[in-house]
């Protein structure tokens, strides 16, 4: 089977035979496209490549990279197949969540800021090790997480949207009892109906004092102003990157609140993620073309 495919990169390798064109969601789509089956969405590109998907009349698959696709799933023509990129940035947005987790409990804004004042002035801090940690969202990612937070030996609780006992993992109906154990909440949950909201006004007081609120999946799993009445108050911490609203707007008093570290939602994108992305998007092109069953297929 002979297929032409849409694909962001110009060194994925492809069957021969296939015929690939380039679009990497920066310059203008090329000419000649009405013939693409085969989609791969450009990486943290914005809201254009996500447009192009109805302008492919003969599409059959959009593959996308990051893990959430929950935006995509009202573009997609009847017909047409989506996967997700499970997997691809489990590492990098582990890594991300220990970053900020570890610049939270060991205060490193505040040596920053020494270090640009010449300043040696020094105090113990909270530490990782030996701390309860409540991860919400259960998925490949967490558990990622999970692996380096018992690495770092904190006390680790699974949280997902359905209990399973018999893997030890909490259904999100439980946090009301879980959250005032917690010194440590890290939210891994997608934009859903479900999860929009989660942690309110109502959740956040649940926590227990100097508790720290990690958020490195979707902003909308918080309520923004209830965290901003909380860690104003000096009360929580946080550390996140994401947010809602998105970008946060450059005025927003939560940016310079003592005790919140921010960074542009960027856990999913280091280094590791690239080659990863390019080999399954090498494998699904070839899965396609010999008829083979894809992987991450997203139910609809």
């Given amino acids: ?22 679009y990497d969601g920066v310059s203008a789509p090329p000419d000649g496209l009405d013939g693409v089956e085969f989609y791969v969405l450009p990486y943290d590109r914005g809201p254009e490549p996500p447009k192009l998907i109805r302008e492919l009349p003969a599409l059959r698959v959009v593959q996308s990279l990051s893990a959430g696709v929950e935006t995509l799933v009202p573009l997609l023509p009847d017909g047409v197949r989506l996967a997700n990129g499970r997997g691809l940035h489990d590492l990098s947005v582990a890594e991300h969540a220990l970053a900020l987790i570890h610049a939270a409990q060991r205060d490193l804004p505040r040596w920053f800021a020494q270090q640009t004042r010449g300043e040696w002035t020094r105090e113990h801090t909270r530490s990782l ?16 997480i999970e692996r380096q937070l018992v690495a770092a030996e904190a006390v680790v609780t699974r949280v997902a949207s359905h209990a399973r006992p018999d893997d030890g993992v909490h259904g999100v109906d439980e946090l009301p009892g879980l959250l005032p154990e917690a010194d440590i909440v890290v939210l891994i949950l997608p934009d859903t109906p479900s999860t929009r909201g989660l942690f309110d006004a109502k959740a956040l007081a649940a926590l227990p004092d100097d508790a720290l609120v990690v958020n490195v999946g979707r902003g909308t799993a918080i309520d923004t102003e209830a965290l901003l009445a909380e860690t104003r108050s000096g009360r929580l911490r946080a550390g996140l990157d994401v947010v809602d609203p998105e970008p946060l707007p450059s005025d927003h008093p939560l940016w310079t609140v003592p005790g919140v570290v921010i960074t542009p939602h960027i856990a999913g994108g280091s280094a590791s993620f690239y080659p990863r992305a390019k080999k399954l998007a090498a494998e699904q092109v070839r899965r396609y073309v010999a008829g083979e069953e894809l992987l991450n297929l997203v139910e609809r």
């Fill in 1 to 22: 089977m002979s297929a032409r495919v849409l694909l962001p990169w110009t060194d994925i390798d492809v069957p021969e035979g296939v015929d690939a064109a380039y």
């Fill in 129 to 144: 090790a030996d701390s309860r940690v409540l991860l919400v969202g259960y998925g490949s990612i967490g558990q990622a």
